[in-house]
């Protein structure tokens, strides 16, 4: 604990300068799961995917590993461009010491911001400012994160559902059409789901349906 006071009691700017940045770097990976999830595309990307799952009814097949592995990466060339203007602009400033810690917020926060609000529906955003009863804004800079974050989290939520739903019509014909064959056929104790499977299977295979799923994700955005 003590070492721990020393630390920040130094004189030396340089060491000060090397004690923020180790601060910095443990509230940003604290903070990662949740701005990765509610801040970026994630939560959009890994939603659909697992309506696609469950609209196949395989079960765990792809595994969660591959679904979330594939949203990681796919959230990660969506923001890209978000990124790279934080980076640019923010961190590598910060680490220069050519800015301050507060101005480094601001300037991380912007094009967050601005990716946000892109996606964000105005009902969304009202609800969260009429709530705290904040004065409508001017520009989106002035909107808080607090404010943004869950307007936008809500949004995307339901944009995905949009998406899962549309997603789930063509496979719920097929088990339509299945369970009609086999009730005509007097074959009522035979699972539907056990008969559908392989022709829902061979549906999304001759569509190439991952090509068009991971093509209307980025399409979305």
């Known amino acids: 604990m003590n ?4 630390l920040f009691a130094n004189s030396d700017a340089s060491s000060v300068s090397t004690s923020i940045k180790l601060m910095l770097l443990l509230t940003v990976l604290s903070l ?3 701005i990765l999830i509610l801040m970026t595309s994630f939560a959009r990307i890994v939603i659909v995917l697992s309506f696609v799952r469950t609209a196949l009814a395989t079960q765990q097949m792809p595994p969660n590993q591959v679904i979330i592995g594939l949203s990681l990466f ?11 203007e934080v980076n640019e602009n923010a961190l590598t400033p910060l680490f220069d010491e050519d800015i301050t810690l507060e101005e480094a917020y601001t300037r991380a926060s912007g094009p967050f911001k601005d990716f946000m609000s892109e996606h964000t529906r105005q009902k969304d955003l009202e609800l969260f400012l009429s709530y705290t009863g904040a004065e409508q804004p001017a520009s989106i800079e002035e909107i808080p994160l607090t404010i943004m974050v ?3 989290a809500l ?7 949009q998406i899962g739903f549309m997603i789930f019509i063509p ?5 339509m059409v299945v369970a009609s064959v086999l009730m005509s056929m007097g074959m009522m104790m035979l699972p539907p789901v ?3 499977l392989p022709f829902k ?3 999304f295979v001759l569509v190439d349906g991952w090509y068009l799923v991971m093509k209307s994700l980025l399409q979305s955005f």
């Open 3 to 6: 070492e721990f006071v020393d």
């Open 32 to 34: 990662a799961p949740s």
């Open 74 to 84: 796919l959230t990660f060339f969506i923001m890209s461009p978000t990124l790279q």
């Open 150 to 152: 869950p307007a936008f």
């Open 155 to 161: 949004s995307e939520i339901k944009t995905a559902f």
């Open 171 to 175: 496979f719920l014909v097929i088990d």
């Open 194 to 196: 056990m008969i559908s």
């Open 201 to 203: 299977i061979l549906l």
